[in-house]
T-cell receptor
Framework: DAGVTQSPTHLIKTRGQQVTLRCSPK?????VSWYQQALGQGPQFIFQ???????QRGNFPDRFSGHQFPNYSSELNVNALLLGDSALYLC?????????????????FGSGTRLTVV | RKEVEQDPGPFNVPEGATVAFNCTYS??????FFWYRQDCRKEPKLLMS???SGNEDGRFTAQLNRASQYISLLIRDSKLSDSATYLC????????????FGTGTRLLVSP
């Protein structure tokens, strides 16, 4: 039973460039959330995808965009990279269970993509 | 003000010590609470959920005080392997669900 797979594991980009990060959710999961974790900080919610649509986003500029595919995998795109975008980008998958208001819905995190912008 | 606040530490304790971490949350709509553990440069992993009645898992005890919007984690008989960052996490169960993380508290257990 594969967990959450993220690629690439590490990436170095130059300011102004664009980057695409990829996430394959855990088998059986249909929802993907993306988080940014800067050094010394907790993960910050970027956005969540369900049924191929962005459901809500956190306090991130439009340079951050995403996509979810019919197989539930997802991409995170960041345009016009800034030095401050250097962080660990985490993908978490979960299962939407309507009417179940408790529990963490089996959130599973991938090991992340470490992005360095120089 | 951050939605979830934690003392970043680090907490330096000797093996065998008891250590407690605290966390406060500001959104009263939060309904689910968790402690996650994160090792250096790795992904967060669920340590335990936190229930209103308090709950225990081996050496770990979690408490929730909804009136004070306060969560705690107690680690007894600390082991070297407990060295990590402990993240306090809340989830609102209105609309769609998302996890909101605190900054994390770093624990260093020394021999």
């Amino acid at each position: 039973d594969a967990g959450v797979t993220q690629s690439p594991t590490h990436l170095i980009k130059t300011r102004g460039q664009q980057v695409t990060l990829r996430c394959s959710p855990k088998s059986g999961h249909d929802t993907v959330s993306w988080y940014q974790q800067a050094l010394g900080q907790g993960p910050q919610f970027i956005f969540q995808y369900y049924e191929e649509e962005e459901r809500q986003r956190g306090n991130f500029p439009d340079r951050f965009s995403g996509h979810q595919f019919p197989n539930y995998s997802s991409e995170l795109n960041v345009n016009a990279l800034l030095l401050g975008d250097s962080a660990l980008y985490l993908c978490a998958s979960s299962l939407e269970v309507r009417g179940n208001r408790l529990g963490n819905y089996g959130y599973t995190f991938g090991s992340g993509t470490r992005l360095t912008v120089v | 003000r951050k939605e979830v606040e934690q003392d970043p530490g680090p907490f330096n304790v000797p093996e065998g010590a008891t250590v407690a971490f605290n966390c406060t949350y500001s959104n009263s709509a939060s309904q689910s609470f968790f402690w996650y553990r994160q090792d250096c440069r790795k992904e967060p992993k669920l340590l335990m959920s936190v229930y209103s009645s308090g709950n225990e898992d081996g050496r770990f005890t979690a408490q929730l005080n909804r009136a004070s919007q306060y969560i705690s984690l107690l680690i007894r008989d600390s082991k070297l392997s407990d060295s990590a960052t402990y993240l306090c996490v809340v989830k609102r169960d209105t609309g769609f669900q998302k996890l909101v993380f605190g900054t994390g508290t770093r624990l260093l257990v020394s021999p």
